[in-house]
Nanobody, 117 residues
């Protein structure tokens, strides 16, 4: 069974940085598109950043210039570097792997990010 395990969340002050990791097992990240989503209390889950199999990236407008998504296929891990964090970045962050061609859609369990003022 495919597993995605997020880590790296925690409590940080506004302006600080965190790096989230998503380690995959039983699937090669080189053949799927990867993304990070987040869900704040009382809000819908939203796409934060994505990276295709070819390496193209896309970001939510609210995180452009502050967050960077990257992948290390050799380590089968995707990262989200989050800099200049704001209180409004507080949410549970989820890793997603998808390949619509094969109807693959996998999710991690989430990692909490809390940014204090």
């Amino acid at each position: 069974q495919v597993q995605l395990v997020e880590s790296g969340g925690g409590l940080v002050q506004a302006g600080g940085s965190l790096r989230l990791s998503c380690a995959a097992s039983r699937i090669s990240l080189g053949i799927v598109n990867m993304a990070w989503y987040r869900q704040a209390p009382g809000k819908q889950r939203e796409l934060v950043a994505s990276i295709t199999r070819a390496g193209s990236t896309m970001y939510h407008d609210s995180v452009k210039g502050r967050f960077t998504i990257s992948r290390d296929n050799a380590k089968n891990t995707v990262y989200l570097q989050m800099d200049s964090l704001k209180v409004e970045d507080t949410a549970v962050y989820y890793c997603n792997a998808e390949r619509s061609l094969y109807r693959w859609d996998y999710w991690g369990q989430g990692t909490q990010v809390t940014v204090s003022s």
